[in-house]
């Protein structure tokens, strides 16, 4: 798979499953409980951060505590964006169970694409039911849905920062064709 780039150079698929089943192994269950870790700290930073929306409630008369309808989303939104689109590549979660992302050809996410990653997997989740993280058995990396649809990849990232970075640095082609 190639995508063509202004420079004229195409960009082809690092991670292949068939040929590295190291970059996927265990990438589903960890995921599972990287999403827990996550839910954890994002209803802890919510609860602080509706403390001092209280606080700016009662200095503005009231009219903060209408930032109480949009808090939960904004936290999880800001928290996602800034981790996952970060130079980790990861949320703690993620990181905390081994995780990270990658865009198809290798490439960090970015915060843009981070938030309309969690965007994503709130509407497949809402409009399709949960039963749209059954795509994550059938496929050969062990990908959801929204990971699919923004070309995202969630691996391994020990085997990956061992063999594929130690390669690139090396300025040795990676064998991931």
Do not use: C
Not at 161 to 177: C, L
């Amino acid at each position: 798979m190639s995508a063509e780039t202004s420079s004229g150079h195409a960009r082809e698929d690092l991670f292949e499953a068939a040929l590295h089943p190291e970059l996927f192994s265990g990438v589903r269950s960890r995921r599972i409980f990287a999403f827990l870790i996550d839910v954890i700290a994002i209803a802890l930073l919510t609860f602080a951060a509706g403390v001092l929306v209280f606080v700016l409630g009662v200095f503005t008369l009231g009219l903060g505590f209408l930032l109480y309808a949009i808090l939960p989303t904004a936290v999880a939104l800001i928290y996602v964006a800034f981790t996952l689109g970060g130079p980790q590549s990861s949320t703690p979660g993620m990181r905390a169970m081994g995780l990270e992302m990658r865009l198809w050809y290798g490439a960090r996410p970015y915060p843009l694409l981070a938030a309309v990653h969690v965007i994503l997997f709130w509407f497949s989740i809402s409009l399709l039911t949960p039963l749209v993280l059954l795509v994550s058995l059938v496929s050969d990396r062990k990908r959801l849905l929204h990971d699919m649809v923004l070309g995202v990849v969630v691996m391994n990232s020990a085997y990956y920062r061992e063999h594929v970075a130690s390669q690139t640095k090396e300025g040795i082609r990676p064998d991931w064709q």
